[in-house]
């Protein structure tokens, strides 16, 4: 199986703050790498797909980069609404894992 | 409106069986694999299960394999769980999702919000 490795688990940040977020695979995945946001007592929501790709109706402020067996998800300028969890997630192969998760809070 | 609805959550004593069922509105499952994924109290998401957009292949996690069954009915636009054997560990909230294929891999595009499994004596 595929592990992904994503740190750190846990960050502390301010509004306007930059934030970066890596995740490591077990082995090459090439670009296959999502991320996705999870608000408490929410569903999840895909955010980028496919290493870099942003996904439509997500602001511009969020992107991420990578290839191989390490990405990277970035927070250009932290807003009030982006504290929350955030996973990576490959889907080279089954199964389809995903990181331990980040939460970053203020 | 697009969304997918999870039902059939709920408290089960443990070696029980539960059937979830997600359903699609607005959203095409036609033509798309199909996911489950899961999140106990707490902790974070966990892949489940997929099913491809024909039914014809099916994979699990370890954790269920053998216990769990995915399944689809594409005329009524529906994917179901079949729970056996359930464990306290199986507690969690059970996502539904729908993936979108790109090349080799997909993204988990759509999800349900989600319903609740306790499992419990």
């Known amino acids: 199986d595929i592990q992904m490795t994503q740190s750190p688990s846990s960050l502390s940040a301010s509004v306007g703050d930059r934030v970066t977020i890596t995740c490591r695979a077990s082995q090459n995945i090439d670009s296959y790498v999502n991320w996705y946001q999870q608000k408490p007592g929410k569903a999840p929501k895909l955010l980028i797909y496919v290493a870099s790709s942003l996904q439509r109706g997500v602001p511009s402020r969020f992107s991420g980069s990578g290839f191989g067996t390490d990405f990277t998800f970035t927070i250009s300028s932290l807003q009030p609404e982006d504290f929350a969890t955030y996973y990576c997630q490959q889907s080279y192969g089954t199964p389809y894992t995903l990181g331990q998760g980040t939460k970053l809070d203020i | 409106q697009e969304q997918l609805v999870e039902s059939g959550g709920g408290v089960v004593q443990p070696g029980r069986s539960l059937r979830l069922s997600c359903a699609a509105s607005?959203?095409?499952?036609?033509?798309?694999?199909l996911h489950w994924v899961r999140q106990a109290p707490g902790k974070g998401l966990e892949w489940v299960a997929v099913?491809?957009?024909?039914?014809?292949?099916?994979y699990y996690a370890d954790s269920v394999k053998g216990r769990f069954t995915i399944s689809r009915d594409n005329p009524k636009n529906t994917l179901s769980l079949q729970m056996t054997s359930l464990r306290a560990e199986d507690s969690a909230i059970y996502y539904c999702?729908?993936?979108?294929?790109?090349?080799?891999?997909?993204?988990?595009?759509?999800w349900g919000q989600g319903t609740l499994v306790t499992v419990s004596s």
């Open positions: 099913i491809s957009y024909d039914g014809s292949n099916k």
């Open positions: 607005g959203v095409t499952f036609s033509g798309f694999p």
């Open positions: 999702a729908r993936a979108t294929p790109t090349g080799w891999g997909s993204y988990f595009e759509y």
